[in-house]
């Protein structure tokens, strides 16, 4: 319920914003269209970490459980492009996504993989400041491998084993200007590991990162979370 309290006026407040801006009410004038901009943008970074800490709650209540179908992986890696594609062009990044042509149906939660790899893809455009975001989907025997490579500003080595934890950031003020709440891959290694997989990262500062993930192709049972 209170997910709800929470959702809705944020939507309510996104949707009369989006539809000012579409001049359903009216030409909007070039000095006000800025501004009613940011509202859009801020608002929807409001509404991504409302969704944050309504799934971390879920999450540290034990209540959080995946809702397993068929789902399709070249899916859920289009998803994940088309939302941030604009934030990649805005950028002027070189932003590409492929699949395995040989990859099965997927059995698992695609809506909480797909959120998943939004998350990684997210923070790459977030830290990647020229160069490319590359999004890959293989399968290796029984497992799916998804993987975003950057080349941004990478991750100090002291950092690589923390930033997996619930609020932890390498560098705050990066976040202040870009947003984000240090909760994305706790999120995501949460969801991960219940459906009984892994997530690592590889990087180098001043070179890049690599996030990686591996879930099983078809998922056995919902794994209990600690
Ligand atoms: P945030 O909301 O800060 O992005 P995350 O949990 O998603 O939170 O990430 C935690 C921290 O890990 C980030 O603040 C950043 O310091 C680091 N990080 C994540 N992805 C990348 C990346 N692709 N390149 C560099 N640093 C990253």
């Known amino acids: ?26 030409e909007v004038p070039p000095d ?25 709650s879920k999450i540290e209540a034990g209540r959080m459980e995946l809702s397993l179908t068929v789902y399709s992986v070249p899916e859920v890696v289009e998803t994940a492009r088309t939302s941030l594609r604009s934030l990649a062009a805005e950028k002027g990044l070189e932003f590409t996504a492929d699949v395995d042509p040989d990859m099965p149906l997927a059995y698992g939660d695609g809506k909480r993989i797909t959120q998943c790899l939004t998350n990684l893809v997210g923070n ?27 080349t941004g500003i990478g ?6 084993d923390q930033i997996f934890g619930e609020f932890r950031q390498v560098d705050a003020s990066i976040s202040r200007e870009f947003g984000g709440t240090g909760l ?16 690592w990262v590889e990087s180098e500062p001043g070179r890049g990162s690599t996030f990686s993930f591996a879930v099983p192709l078809r998922v056995a049972g919902a794994t209990e979370v600690v």
Request: aromatic share 6%; charged share 20%; glycine share 12%.
């Open 124 to 150: 790459a455009l977030k830290f990647t400041k020229q160069g490319r975001v590359a999004i890959h989907a293989r399968r290796e025997g029984d497992e799916v491998i998804y993987s975003v490579a950057d």
């Open 32 to 56: 006000v269209g800025g501004p009613i901009q940011d509202v859009r943008t801020w608002g929807q970074q409001l509404l991504r970490l409302i969704n944050d800490v309504l799934d971390l």
């Open 1 to 26: 319920n209170m997910s709800h309290e929470l959702r809705t006026p944020m939507n309510a407040i996104l949707g009369f914003t989006e539809m000012i801006l579409d001049g359903i009410y009216g």
């Open 155 to 160: 991750i100090p080595a002291n950092h690589l």
């Open 184 to 199: 994305g891959l706790s999120i995501t290694k949460t969801f991960v590991e219940l459906h009984g997989g892994r997530i």
